[in-house]
């Protein structure tokens, strides 16, 4: 996974209230890049470079997961208010390969369903198997049961087919199961 590539995502900086430069990726995080950096820095040379090894981990994250990389889509000028600057970063797996690797290792997914009539959130947890694809697991903690039941309940390859999967399980077999 790990290679020498150069990467490069549009991006845009811009001056904090309390002084912080933060630097977004909102084409790159289309839910939440506009309203949170990825990045920061004391100065604005120290924020990019900020940006450049957490991108790195970032797109490192993405690969693992089984995802392919995003391609870079540009910010529209129109979308730019006054303060704001925009910026392309360039990164590269190489220089951050052995943090990356060790990071990569505690890396696991959390599923989550909402009950809303109860106000509860029943959550899967997964970790990446030999295969390199992603076993699902879950522990009902329950108070019907006097011990907890930790078990696999499926194998997937991408995100999105655990948390489809899941909200099917927590449909047909908990939610039924309860009388819900």
Not at 41 to 50: D, E, L, T, V, Y
């Amino acid at each position: 996974m790990i290679n020498s590539e150069k990467l490069v995502y549009p991006a845009f900086i811009k001056q904090e209230y309390e002084g912080m430069f933060c630097v977004y990726f909102p084409t790159l995080f289309p839910k939440s890049g506009w309203d949170y950096p990825l990045s920061r820095g004391k100065i604005k040379s120290i924020a990019i470079k900020n940006a450049e090894r957490d991108l790195a981990f970032c797109l490192a994250g993405i690969l693992y997961d089984n995802e392919n990389l995003p391609v870079p889509i540009s910010i529209e000028n129109n979308c730019i208010c006054e303060g704001v600057e925009l910026i392309e970063v360039e990164t590269s797996f190489e220089p951050y390969a052995e943090e990356i690797q060790e990071h990569l290792k505690g890396r696991h997914w959390h599923i989550g369903y909402y009950v809303e009539e109860n106000d509860e959130y029943i959550e899967a947890i997964g970790f990446k198997n030999d295969k390199g694809t992603w076993d699902i697991f879950y522990e009902d903690n329950s108070d019907e049961k006097e011990t907890p039941d930790d078990n696999i309940l499926f194998t997937v390859k991408l995100h999105f087919e655990a948390e489809e999967k899941f909200k099917q399980f927590v449909q047909d077999v908990i939610l039924k199961r309860r009388g819900n």
